[in-house]
């Protein structure tokens, strides 16, 4: 099967170079088209504004695959590929992501937002995440080179519901000792101290964005799921319209406000 | 009432103006920290890998407003905002967005994420946008501005469900023309054609994405409202698990993929 494969920590980093290594030895047919430099936490971030290239590498692929930088972001990658280089391409896997895409963090990966993307496009998307941190010294990414192979031919036989992808995060264990895979919602990751307040060799304050994770962990959530050894699997639509919000709305009177009518106390005695 | 303005569009752009100038005329108190440049379809994106800095400027805002350019994203910019310059405030305005942010745009869009990152932070949160294009010679930010203030009054009677922004769409008409507001779903807004592949003067390609919008013109949905004159509002939140789902993938054995069982066919025979 021929697949897009894209990331955002940029067309050398190690997490893509195995995604596309275990897609080629299964027998498919990967194809690279992904960001020149590290990408993360852009979010689905687009460029509109100025031109974008594209340029043909051998990098650290296998021979065989046809692999692309692109001076973009992970949506812009996407958008190329799929309209430039490879239009019949079905499949877009995005990944394999240095560092977990859980909770809340959806809506900042460049990793999660390539492969929404590709469902804007229509094409059957996943993003791939491995749930290693900073320090640690082994990074499992053979476990999540492994499940993708298993879930590709899952899904050759099983169609995804229209309008959905999956976001899969891998625990950073070998694949021995994963305990399985679970179908997860999205749970609770806050971040506390967001930001951190320093000083240049000048004296001048600046701030550096970066806050300690605080997870909710409870059972039958993505953030549980990869913090008990399971791979998460997540379902994701693009709709974020809050539903039951409509009618509370209504009820409330926002429809009838009314331009015309001076929203401000002392003014409305005067009109 | 305080509330934090940002935007998408650049700290120095006409809408922050006009939504900043009507909040403080209404007796409100608007503190302003927004990108100190154009930073569109930027999407959720946030600063991670480098520093940040905030610089108090007095730009195009009435003397009493504090303002503060950022050179980050607009999420970056709620995050300093809120974290920095005024943990105290309840209230984030993004916006007013030149151009609209309609059905699947909201992922992309730098202003309804600067809103998402408010609402990250537990604050109410509000994306405000005028459906301008390009062309238009007459920019009604005022419309917009009018009904800022009229939203704010809502508001403090009104608190939001937990966990939910408001997307609101304006038209671009003076206010007696607009025909009320309506409360909305997420429409369908696809792109046709979103690569243009263009020649530069050494004759090497290039792309450039821009794609011709085709509504899908449903009523209900955001892209009708607006489009038929009315103000668009539409509840958001920010879990994007597709619930109906979680049941389809169970049944489909997914969860039972096991890593340790080969999964290429040409193995399976041999192991």
Not at 64 to 89: F, Q, R
Not at 229 to 240: A, E, N, Q
Request: hydrophobic share 40%.
């Amino acid at each position: 099967m021929r697949v897009l494969v894209t990331n955002d920590d940029g067309v050398y980093a190690p997490g893509i170079a195995v995604l596309t290594v275990f897609l080629a030895e299964a027998g498919h047919e990967p194809v690279v088209v992904a960001p020149d430099r590290e990408r993360s936490s852009v979010g689905h971030a687009i460029t509109l504004n100025r031109p974008l290239k594209l340029q043909k590498i051998t990098g650290p692929y296998p021979e065989a695959v046809a692999a692309y930088s692109c001076d973009g972001t992970p949506s812009d990658s996407v958008v190329l590929g799929l309209e430039e280089i490879a239009p019949d391409i079905a499949v877009v896997f995005s990944g394999i992501n240095k560092g977990p895409n859980l909770g809340d963090d959806l809506t900042y990966s460049g990793t999660v937002s390539a492969a929404m993307e590709g469902l804007v496009f229509g094409r059957t998307s996943v993003a791939f995440s491995l749930d290693c941190r900073e320090e640690d010294g082994e990074r499992h990414y053979e476990t999540a080179g492994t499940f993708a192979v298993h879930l590709l031919k899952w899904l050759s036989d099983n169609p995804l519901p229209t309008g959905v992808l999956l976001n899969v995060n891998v625990p950073n264990l070998s694949p021995s000792l994963v305990k399985g895979v679970q179908i997860t919602r999205k749970g609770i990751r806050a971040y506390e101290g967001k930001v951190n307040r320093l000083q240049d060799p000048h004296g001048r304050t600046y701030y550096w964005v970066a806050g300690r994770v605080e997870d909710e962990l409870v059972e039958g959530t993505d953030v549980w799921a990869v913090a008990h050894g399971y791979i998460s699997v997540t379902p994701i639509h693009l709709d974020m319209t809050h539903y039951p919000s409509l009618e509370i709305l209504c009820g409330r009177g926002l429809a009838e406000i009314d331009l015309e009518r001076r929203a401000l106390p002392d003014r409305e005695s005067t009109s």
